[in-house]
């Protein structure tokens, strides 16, 4: 089964950005432990990374298309994009949402929202980049 992981905005940046939050795994490393664990799991995974929230829009819509497992973590996007509402909205095939940190324990009011929740099967959050092992996990298991 292929699954699509996608990253939205400052994402490629993991390992370098606010390491105190995100941690010091590296972008690069991310999507080669994606990789190996979606090997492990018999999914293969493609982990893709934008700061244009329209080629996020256009990949899910595609996944949409073609029925594609998606784990998503949209970064600021999640918190106040409707766009990113109406294109989870029309996946049919499980999405999960994962975060690095927990927006929900975080100081600022408005990363306690989530336009990607409604539409998801499970929200993972706070566990760093594991929390992408345990996303694949879930969709492995839902198949
Ligand atoms: C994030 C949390 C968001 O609030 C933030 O805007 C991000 C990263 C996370 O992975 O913890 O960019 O999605």
């Known amino acids: 089964m292929r699954v699509l992981v996608l990253n939205g905005p400052n994402l490629g940046r993991l390992g370098r950005r606010q390491p105190e939050i995100y941690g010091a795994t590296s972008y690069a490393e991310l999507v ?20 244009h929230e329209g080629e996020l829009l256009d990949w899910l819509n595609t996944a949409a ?4 497992p ?7 996007w999640t918190h106040y994009s409707w766009a990113l509402y109406d294109a989870c909205a029309q996946l049919s095939a499980p999405l999960v949402e994962v975060h690095l940190s927990d927006p929900a324990q975080r100081p600022e009011e408005f990363r306690h929202h989530s336009v990607v929740t409604p539409h998801a099967l499970a929200v993972i ?13 879930v969709i492995g298991s839902s198949a």
């Open 32 to 51: 080669a432990r994606c990789e190996e664990w979606g090997r492990g799991l018999g999914l293969e995974v493609d982990v893709r990374q934008t700061n």
């Open 65 to 68: 298309d073609d029925a594609t």
């Open 70 to 76: 998606v784990v998503l973590n949209a970064g600021a």
């Open 125 to 137: 959050a706070g566990k760093g980049v594991d929390g992408y092992r345990e996303a694949l996990q």
